[in-house]
T-cell receptor
Framework: GAGVSQSPRYKVTKRGQDVALRCDPI?????LYWYRQALGQGPEFLTY????????KSGLPNDRFSAERPEGSISTLTIQRTEQRDSAMYRC?????????????FGPGTRLTVT | KNQVEQSPQSLIILEGKNCTLQ??????????LRWYKQDTGRGPVSLTI???SENTKSNGRYTATLDADTKQSSLHITASQLSDSASYIC???????????WGAGTKLIIKP
């Protein structure tokens, strides 16, 4: 079946604007993860969900970042009042098993550029 | 503080040669350790997952080892191919919250 998909693939926005990044996990996958990855670095954990419940949001940098997964499938990561330091690749991953115990499959990412 | 450190930061070898990448971690309590391969511009792809009781696991030409006592892991690549050029990232999961702690990766370049 289809893998994890993310949209948009590229997003350029002006400082101060809000952006919403979408992740469509593999069908039936219980867990969904959001990561941010700077160039040349490993992914940095942001938050994750089991079904629709947000289990851990300790990695969200500040209160401008929020995420939801209202029906336990598609998730949206929202960044309000974007700043230039928010520019990065945002990656989503899903896993069949809950709570990080299983294989994670990554989407292609959304490259966010804040000008 | 839970941390994962990898060495070397980058490595260049000739096609056909073997190499070993290192990972040290301080994550506790430990759940599992994973190695991912990430091609430039692509998402990470899992190579192996090892739990506490496993000390070696192979996936084709990739062999990962784990020493849970010393909190060290290695990824050995045999008979390297040009397609092995990528970043290799060590990731450790903490049993307390299953959060994945990612290393910064080793950038491997295979030259013909």
């Amino acid at each position: 079946g289809a893998g994890v998909s993310q949209s948009p693939r590229y997003k350029v926005t002006k400082r101060g604007q809000d952006v919403a990044l979408r992740c469509d996990p593999i069908s039936g996958h219980v867990s969904l993860y959001w990561y941010r990855q700077a160039l040349g670095q490993g992914p940095e954990f942001l938050t994750y969900f089991n079904y629709e419940a947000q289990q851990d949001k300790s990695g969200l940098p500040n209160d401008r970042f929020s995420a939801e997964r209202p029906e336990g499938s598609i998730s949206t990561l929202t960044i309000q009042r974007t700043e230039q330091r928010d520019s990065a690749m945002y990656r989503c991953a899903s896993s069949l098993a809950p709570s990080g115990s299983g294989e994670q499959y990554f989407g292609p990412g959304t490259r966010l550029t804040v000008t | 503080k839970n941390q994962v450190e990898q060495s070397p930061q980058s490595l260049i070898i000739l096609e056909g040669k073997n190499c070993t990448l290192q990972c040290n971690y301080t994550v506790s309590p430990f759940s599992n350790l994973r190695w991912y391969k990430q091609d430039t511009g692509r998402g990470p792809v899992s190579l192996t997952i090892m739990t506490f009781s496993e000390n070696t696991k192979s996936n084709g030409r990739y062999t990962a080892t784990l020493d849970a006592d010393t909190k060290q892991s290695s990824l050995h690549i045999t008979a390297s191919q040009l397609s092995d050029s990528a970043s290799y990232i060590c990731v450790v999961s903490a049993r307390s919250n299953y959060q994945l702690i990612w290393g910064a990766g080793t950038k491997l370049i295979i030259k013909p």
